[in-house]
């Protein structure tokens, strides 16, 4: 029997300086990525129509249409598309409205290759899991239906709220329902969903962690607990 293809995941990288583009091109290329570039975001718009692609990467600072600006109309299209935002802003405000726009990670330039690629495939699904996957069904958290697999959270008691996790969202609720009742500690999902512990890393989490909590609102049985110096908990 004759070996299947393997698929290269694509990737929408959109980014103005061209000197930089052609180098994280050619180097996401010769590590198994299909790229494509568009150097402002409305190319980056027009691309991401036509090519549906499994990842993005973009630029904040770009001319006709900001990397921001980019996010917000990719949300209204799809949900759960990764979004890597590459940026030399570091100030926390511009770090929450990323993550609030959608954004899955930030990137600071300079960067390493190296790290862009890390971040890429923790995205995609391509690095080893931090616990052992859930159920493909949806799962109970409280009065919560998970739905792992679509990325989906909803109410299951009249109430009609529902909402559209991110990839990030997602894989971060499922690390803490696999670690329910027990500490899921900072440096082990930071490391495994963002690629380092960093501190720039870890404001992100603390991002996720009041996004996860202001869906679970709705059961005040269900709780994300602070665990002082050491990292998060789940109770329902």
């Not at 409305?42 to 499994?54: C, I, R, S, T, V």
């Not at 862009?116 to 080893?128: D, E, F, H, S, T």
């Not at 739905?147 to 969202?169: A, K």
Request: charged share 20%.
């Amino acid at each position: 029997m004759s070996k299947q293809p393997v698929v290269q995941p694509t990737l929408l990288l959109v980014e103005d300086e061209l000197s930089l583009a052609c180098i994280v091109q050619d180097s996401l290329e010769t590590r198994g990525f299909t790229v494509h570039h568009a150097p402002d975001g409305e190319q980056g718009w027009q691309l991401f129509q036509q090519l549906n692609p499994d990842l993005v990467v973009a630029d904040v600072m770009l001319p006709v249409r900001d990397g921001f600006e980019l996010a917000r109309q990719i949300r209204h299209i799809n949900a759960s598309v990764p979004i890597i935002f590459l940026t030399a802003r570091s100030q926390p405000a511009d770090v929450v409205l990323g993550f609030e726009l959608g954004g899955n990670d930030y990137v600071r330039k300079p960067f390493s290759l190296d790290e862009l690629v890390v971040r890429i495939r923790a995205l995609l699904g391509r690095v080893p899991v931090l616990t052992p996957a859930p159920a493909a069904g949806p799962l109970t958290i409280g009065r919560y239906r998970f739905d792992y697999p679509q990325q989906r959270l909803r109410l299951v008691d009249g109430n009609q709220f529902e909402v559209q996790l991110t990839h990030r969202e997602a894989e971060l609720l499922k690390c803490l329902l696999n670690q329910q009742a027990q500490v899921l500690t900072r440096t082990a999902v930071l490391r495994e969903l963002w690629g380092d512990d960093s501190f720039f890393n870890g404001r992100s989490l603390d991002v996720f962690i009041t996004r996860l909590r202001r869906y679970l609102r709705h059961d005040p049985n269900v709780q994300i607990l602070n665990v002082r110096g050491v990292g998060y908990k789940l109770l329902t």
